[in-house]
């Protein structure tokens, strides 16, 4: 960390400090001047020839979109030596999906809404000639429901010929980065595959031997992961189109994947919010699915607005058999 809590740099006053993107600490601030609460990015300049550390700001000014993090301002500025470039920007009290799935449950609806807001701002900036070449849920920040895409540190205008150099975060890099070291309008798609595919399992945790495993590396994690038991095959479609091995069969661009995103229906949006129990809110009817043991058996038991729909209840003489029907009407009445 290289600032304090209450130390003043320039005009920009330090509240604390919130993480680090690619290249840089961020911090939560207050704009002095212009009385205004931000984040601010402090990228290190590290080219000795050129002051360049503020071409961040620059992508998040040309690629600026209601679905993209806005820039207030860059500032250039010295510290115990070094050259940095400020990059004052929105600050997101409600943090990033990523921090969202570490202390909540993601719907499904949440995570299609989500990664239908961050294709919308991968259609303006791959129109811009961008490529973020960084999308993961971390990237991503949240606002009243609302995602923008953020930290365009590993931004690159796209070279004649649409292939940029390989960059990006590894689990969510497309085979191509890692066998070619490439990147693409079609790996962009592939991170926003893979960022949908975490959400929409709610993983929190990858497993370690999965992060050096060589599945990452040729496109077969979804593959080896599969899918909760919950997630209709229209979704687990959408996942698999964005993350096929071959870059020519994933969505041509941002926008053909978010029109199919569109496309799903949320019936029922079920919530995990205890063990076995899963709750929905329709309207004026409230929806709820759990286990309950009896006398050494195990009912599904599914009610609406605390009535019992015997419908869909049923008695079984072990636990995951009563879990496998639970998770079956709940991939029934997912989507429409």
């Known amino acids: 960390m290289i600032f304090q809590p209450g130390q003043i740099i320039n005009n920009l006053k330090i509240e604390r400090y919130t993480g680090s993107g690619a290249f840089g600490e961020v911090y ?33 000014h040309l690629c600026r979109h209601s679905r993209v993090v806005e820039v207030y301002d860059v ?5 115990a030596g070094q050259a940095y470039a400020a990059i004052e920007m929105e600050f997101f009290p409600e943090g990033s999906a990523e921090a969202y799935l570490e202390r909540s449950y ?17 259609e303006h900036s791959h129109a811009n000639g961008v490529l973020h070449r960084d999308i993961k849920p971390g990237n991503i920040m ?50 926003v595959g893979m960022t949908l595919f975490e959400l929409i399992n709610n993983i929190r945790v990858w497993r370690d031997s999965l992060l050096i495993s060589t599945v990452i590396f040729n496109g077969s994690l979804i593959k080896k992961l599969g899918y909760h038991e919950i997630i209709p095959k229209k979704i687990q479609r959408i996942c698999n189109i964005a993350c096929n091995k071959n870059a020519s069969k994933r969505y041509a661009s941002a926008r053909l994947m978010r029109k199919s995103l569109e496309a799903i ?70 989507v429409k």
Not at 75 to 79: A, D, N, T
Not at 106 to 121: G, H, M, N, P, Y
Request: aromatic letters at 10%.
């Open 75 to 79: 500032h250039p500025l010295s510290y």
């Open 265 to 334: 229906k949320i019936d029922l949006n079920w919530e995990l919010v205890g063990n076995d129990k899963w709750k929905s809110i329709k309207g004026s009817k409230r929806h709820q699915i759990e286990i309950e043991e009896r006398k050494s058996k195990f009912e599904t038991v599914y009610k609406v607005n605390e009535r019992r729909d015997n419908s869909l209840c049923f008695v079984f003489s072990n636990k995951n058999d009563a879990r496998k029907k639970l998770y079956e009407i709940i991939n029934q009445t997912l």
């Open 106 to 122: 993601v719907t499904a609806r949440q995570a299609i809404r989500w990664c239908i807001d961050i294709l919308f701002s991968l």
């Open 142 to 191: 949240i606002s009243n429901g609302t995602a923008k895409l953020s930290d365009f540190g590993l931004a690159t205008v796209v070279p004649q010929g649409g292939i940029g150099s390989g960059a990006g975060t590894p689990l969510y890099a497309a085979p191509e980065l890692h066998l070619n070291n490439e990147t693409t309008i079609a790996t962009d798609i592939y991170s």
């Open 28 to 60: 939560e601030a207050t704009d002095l001047v212009m009385n205004r609460h931000c984040a601010v990015k402090f990228v290190p300049n590290q080219n000795p020839n050129q002051f360049d550390a503020h071409k961040e700001g620059q992508f998040l």
